[in-house]
């Protein structure tokens, strides 16, 4: 008993285009690896910076240039 190759010759414009498809998958995998380690150090300078942020720890009102004028009642 004996079976036959079921492996369909490819066409070499097959041949390209899988190869082209290939070089796409790779390119795209790597912008995301890219991606993810960018939003890695993203969070960690995030986080190691938070207590400078004056949006997240609020400002103190004596360095607070604008804050409302005080009043001066002259009278």
């Given amino acids: ?3 036959k190759s079921s ?3 490819l066409k070499d ?3 390209s ?3 082209i498809s290939l070089i796409l998958n ?3 995998v790597r912008i995301c690896v890219q991606v993810s380690q960018a939003a890695a150090e993203l969070k960690t ?3 190691q910076n938070a207590h400078k942020d004056p949006l997240l720890m609020g400002v103190p009102s004596s ?4 804050r409302p004028p005080k009043s001066c009642a002259i009278l």
């Fill in 1 to 3: 008993f004996s079976r």
């Fill in 7 to 9: 492996i369909i010759p």
């Fill in 13 to 15: 414009s097959d041949k």
């Fill in 17 to 19: 285009f899988l190869n």
């Fill in 26 to 28: 790779l390119f795209v």
């Fill in 45 to 47: 300078f995030c986080l």
């Fill in 63 to 66: 360095d607070n240039p604008f």
